[in-house]
């Protein structure tokens, strides 16, 4: 079975795949996705084709670092100007709405995290969401791509705490200076990469920049924005993402993510939780 789009829920993704294996024989189902591509398909038919920018604070103040520091009081009305953006000022109606749409977000980045992921069991993680209480987590597959893939590529299940922290400080150091936050930002500062973008927008000169150190596993990108997705799932993140039309000539809807900050608490409890991930040592 192949499919070229993503769910909406892993529930109905465990439904389709279902499918291909009905007769009882061994089956295979793939699915071909794009991470960007998928989410605005998707979010867009939770929103049925309609902007949702209207609820989203949209910051004026664009990588502003160094101007920051010139013009702090420029800064301080745009940020006050802003403020009646804010989901206070909604109408009760609007209020369900946001719900709505945050709660099928959600569900789609769990699908395109299941995706994603490269060396836990499909089986194993599909289960997750089935079990009850008390139910044990079947033995891996062995069968499906990721365990074949574990199995050749032989990663190591390490305890990804400092990176993830590392992450959590990160984002909490461009807040705390007013950056608009994309994933992309926070893996290249994660990685230390010296690109012109990263030298040039003042993230170079983060503390959490300065501090890092260069990620010592394989693919430290591709880790990075997978911890990344994991913790705005596991609810230690916020993130925000719109539709909207790029100009008023627009045909289509498009859609940004932003983080827009650490949930309360996230550096406290993230210490509670496990950050087991398969990686490779360099
Ligand atoms: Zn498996």
Same mark, same amino acid.
């Given at each position: 079975?192949?499919?070229?789009?993503?769910?909406? $829920?892993?529930?109905?993704?465990?439904?389709?795949?279902?499918?291909?294996? =009905?007769?009882?024989?061994?089956?295979?189902?793939?699915?071909?996705?794009?991470?960007?591509?998928? /989410?605005?398909?998707?979010?867009?038919?939770?929103?049925?084709? $309609?902007?949702?920018?209207?609820?989203?604070?949209? &910051? /004026?103040?664009?990588?502003?670092?160094?101007?920051?520091?010139?013009?702090?009081?420029?800064?301080?009305? /745009?940020?006050?100007?802003?403020? &009646?953006?804010?989901?206070?000022?909604?109408?009760?109606?609007?209020?369900?709405?946001? #719900?709505?749409?945050?709660?099928?977000?959600?569900?789609? $980045?769990?699908?395109?995290?299941? @995706? =994603?992921?490269?060396?836990?069991?499909?089986?194993?993680?599909? *289960?997750?969401?089935?079990?009850?209480?008390?139910?044990? %987590?079947?033995?891996? @597959?062995?069968? @499906?791509?990721?365990?074949?893939? =574990?199995?050749?590529?032989?990663? +190591?299940? !390490?305890? @990804?705490?400092?990176?993830?922290? $590392?992450?959590?400080?990160?984002?909490?150091?461009?807040?705390?200076?007013?950056? !608009?936050?994309?994933?992309?930002?926070?893996?290249?500062?994660? #990685?230390? *990469?010296?690109?012109?973008?990263?030298?040039?927008?003042?993230?170079?000169?983060?503390?959490?920049?300065?501090?890092? =150190?260069?990620?010592?596993?394989?693919?430290?990108?591709?880790?990075?924005?997978?911890?990344?997705?994991?913790?705005?799932?596991?609810?230690?993140?916020?993130?925000?993402? *719109?539709?909207?039309?790029?100009?008023?000539?627009?045909? +289509?809807?498009?859609?940004?993510?932003?983080?827009?900050?650490?949930?309360?608490?996230?550096? %406290?409890?993230?210490?509670?939780?496990?950050?087991?991930?398969?990686?490779?040592?360099?």
């Amino acid at each position: 079975m192949i499919f070229d789009f993503v769910f909406l $829920h892993v529930a109905n993704l465990v439904q389709q795949i279902g499918r291909a294996g =009905r007769d009882g024989n061994e089956a295979k189902s793939v699915i071909f996705y794009s991470i960007k591509k998928d /989410l605005r398909t998707n979010f867009g038919i939770l929103a049925e084709n $309609h902007e949702t920018q209207v609820f989203n604070y949209t &910051p /004026l103040y664009h990588n502003y670092y160094y101007l920051f520091n010139i013009f702090f009081f420029s800064y301080l009305i /745009l940020f006050i100007l802003n403020r &009646p953006f804010n989901t206070q000022n909604m109408t009760d109606q609007e209020h369900k709405r946001k #719900c709505q749409l945050d709660t099928g977000l959600h569900k789609i $980045h769990e699908v395109l995290l299941f @995706c =994603r992921n490269q060396y836990d069991c499909r089986n194993q993680i599909i *289960s997750c969401y089935y079990l009850w209480n008390g139910d044990n %987590v079947p033995s891996p @597959c062995l069968k @499906c791509d990721n365990c074949r893939k =574990r199995i050749k590529e032989k990663p +190591t299940y !390490e305890n @990804c705490i400092d990176d993830v922290c $590392h992450l959590l400080e990160i984002i909490e150091e461009m807040n705390s200076n007013n950056f !608009e936050i994309t994933e992309d930002d926070v893996v290249e500062v994660f #990685c230390k *990469s010296n690109t012109k973008k990263i030298r040039e927008s003042g993230l170079a000169e983060l503390e959490v920049y300065k501090s890092g =150190r260069k990620p010592k596993f394989g693919k430290p990108k591709e880790v990075a924005s997978y911890i990344l997705a994991d913790l705005v799932i596991r609810n230690y993140i916020q993130q925000k993402t *719109s539709l909207y039309y790029s100009s008023p000539n627009a045909q +289509t809807l498009s859609a940004s993510t932003f983080i827009t900050g650490l949930v309360v608490e996230a550096k %406290v409890r993230v210490m509670l939780d496990s950050w087991y991930y398969w990686i490779h040592k360099k």
